[in-house]
Nanobody, 122 residues
Framework: QVQLVESGGGLVQPGGSLRLSCAAS????????MGWFRQAPGKEREFVAT????????IYADSVKGRFIIFRDSDKIAVYLQMNSLKPEDTAVYYC???????????????WGQGTQVTVSS
């Protein structure tokens, strides 16, 4: 079993910054990628950013490019989302996501964290 535990959400004023963290634990053979999604009230869950575990290639949603940075710590098996220049429209529950291989068969499974609330408001 694999667990993803997020932290770092909260209330911040427009223009402010927050850093989200997501730590993975459990039966992990290898990681293909980890990333972040978000879901605002009344909206569908949407992609925010992802990072390939090997090589560190990153992809961002257009709405966060230039403001958010995703990075990883391989030793801690953790991924982070540095969010700068936050806007009210960034308000959402942010979910950590990971594509993890749990054994030598090489099948990737998709895991989700419990979510952390980010509220951008004055």
């Amino acid at each position: 079993q694999v667990q993803l535990v997020e932290s770092g959400g909260g209330l911040v004023q427009p223009g402010g910054s927050l850093r989200l963290s997501c730590a993975a634990s459990g039966r992990i053979f290898s990681i293909n990628a980890m990333g972040w999604f978000r879901q605002a009230p009344g909206k569908e869950r949407e992609f925010v950013a992802t990072i390939r575990w090997s090589g560190g290639d990153t992809i961002y949603a257009d709405s966060v490019k230039g403001r958010f940075i995703i990075f990883r710590d391989s030793d801690k098996i953790a991924v982070y989302l540095q969010m700068n220049s936050l806007k009210p429209e960034d308000t959402a529950v942010y979910y950590c996501n990971a594509g993890i291989v749990v054994d030598y068969f090489g099948i990737e499974y998709d895991y989700w964290g419990q979510g952390t609330q980010v509220t951008v408001s004055s």
